[in-house]
């Protein structure tokens, strides 16, 4: 797994080289808009209270989270970017159910500390500052960590082709306690 937010190849693949640039330029005008928003985001410590709802966000539903998320929508789809960008807050132990996404995500860690991983694979660490690259058709959970809340920019790209998600089962505390 490559952490560029800039590695495209995967995504590409088998399309015409037509279609490469528009691809590279959207995901550029998604990555740029997340760290214009990442960039405003309070410091380290000075988000809302725990388990209190960011500005804007409301709760995940529960057969998409475990634990308690918050998601605030920042490009809904039908835009002309044809992306869908997130803001999400998962407090202390909250995470996805594992899921893949037909034309992959980009995450962009903007506070705290948390987990990713994939299907087969170990659990990674994933902080502020850093970035997941996620191919497509690739089974995954992400979430926070134990003891505070992560917040991340979910970037799903080309949601016109194939859709933005495709939700499965709950990742069970047994995997979730993996983590080292």
């Known amino acids: 797994m490559k952490s560029s937010a800039f590695h495209c190849e995967p995504v590409d693949a088998g399309r015409p080289p037509s279609a490469r640039p528009l691809r590279l330029l959207i995901v550029s005008g998604c990555l740029f808009l997340a760290a214009c928003i990442g960039s405003t985001a309070p410091a380290l410590g000075q988000s809302a209270r725990p388990g209190t709802a960011p500005k804007g966000a409301n709760r995940g539903p529960a057969d998409n989270f475990t634990g308690v998320v918050w998601v605030k929508p920042l490009v809904p789809p039908g835009s002309r970017t044809d ?26 860690v903007t506070q705290g500390t948390g987990y990713y991983q994939e299907k087969g694979k170990p659990i990674r660490i994933i902080r502020q500052g850093e970035s ?36 499965m089962q709950p990742v069970t505390d047994q995997e979730y306690g993996q983590a080292k």
């Open 83 to 108: 992306c869908i960008v997130s803001e999400v807050t998962f407090e202390a132990k909250g995470r996805t159910v594992w899921h893949k996404h037909p034309n992959g995500q980009i995450l962009v």
């Open 132 to 167: 997941v690259d996620i191919a497509p058709q690739v089974v995954h959970w992400h979430g926070a960590g134990p003891n505070g809340r992560l917040t991340h920019i979910a970037i799903i790209p080309n949601v016109s082709r194939g859709g933005a998600v495709n939700w």
